[in-house]
């Protein structure tokens, strides 16, 4: 099982168009071979003093994979390639974070 969390910050004024371009990204990546979880997140405060502090313009994608193979070629696909496109200039910064199971 191979686990994404891709952190995102949003440019100033880019949020609503960048959300609804995952919203229809969305149902084809589910549809991919593979992929049992893809979803878009938006932070909020829990008040816990170990929290990282909330922002308004991060979105986090929270993906889970099946197989290494399976994640490798919903990279190629050409959905993704034109997903990541259209939305590169409206975020700022990315993280991808990739983990598998501890035990």
């Given at each position: 099982m191979i686990y994404l969390v891709v952190?995102?910050?949003?440019k100033e004024g880019k949020m609503d168009e960048f959300l609804a371009a995952c919203q229809r990204i969305r149902p084809q990546?589910?549809?991919?071979?593979?992929?049992l979880m893809y979803d878009f997140t938006r932070d909020i405060?829990?008040?816990?003093?170990?929290?990282e502090p909330a922002t308004d313009n991060r979105v986090t994608l929270l993906e889970k994979w099946a197989s290494r193979e399976d994640l490798d070629q919903h990279s190629v696909s050409n959905h993704m390639r034109e997903f990541v496109a259209q939305v590169?200039?409206?975020r700022e910064r990315v993280v991808i974070r990739s983990t598998t199971e501890a035990f």
């Open positions: 952190t995102m910050d949003i990546v589910l549809a991919e071979q593979g992929c405060s829990i008040g816990s003093p170990v929290q590169a200039s409206m």
